[in-house]
């Protein structure tokens, strides 16, 4: 295998990464949660996440690694040689993929300051 391929499958492997752990994070949300019937007696439930919601999160995971990678490959062209290019591009990837997944954590768990739990344990129905 040639750098280039290598190079090249690193791109991919992040798009791969990113999507999955867009989804994993978008399905083990509270908001996804209640959106897909988690509510008391379905209160909440509303189905349209599906195609509204799901789409654009497995499409923002599966691009925004990738471009990380790319954009890190090009300005670094013709500097450094490719198996340090690869490396940076993978550390400056991982940041990113890092700092979008904790965007769409805060982002599908909003924050309740009125709902605060008791010394960090379950106090009633409510806090799960």
């Given amino acids: 295998m040639d750098q280039r391929d290598a190079a090249r499958y690193g791109g991919c492997g992040a798009s791969a990464l990113g999507a999955a ?18 509510g008391f007696e379905g209160e909440g439930t509303d189905i349209s996440v599906l195609w509204t919601e799901l789409p654009l999160v497995l499409l923002a995971g599966a691009l925004i690694p990738p471009a990380a ?22 550390v400056c990837t991982t940041g990113v993929l890092a700092v979008s997944v904790w965007g769409l954590y805060t982002w599908a768990n909003p924050h309740n300051p009125y709902h605060e ?5 379950v106090a009633s129905d409510l806090d799960l």
């Fill in 21 to 38: 752990a867009a989804l994993y994070v978008w399905g083990s949300s509270r908001r996804t949660h209640r959106h897909m019937g988690g």
């Fill in 69 to 90: 990678w790319l954009l890190t490959l090009r300005l670094l062209r013709g500097r450094t040689p490719l198996r340090t290019r690869a490396l940076v591009a993978a």
């Fill in 117 to 121: 739990r008791l010394f960090g344990t």
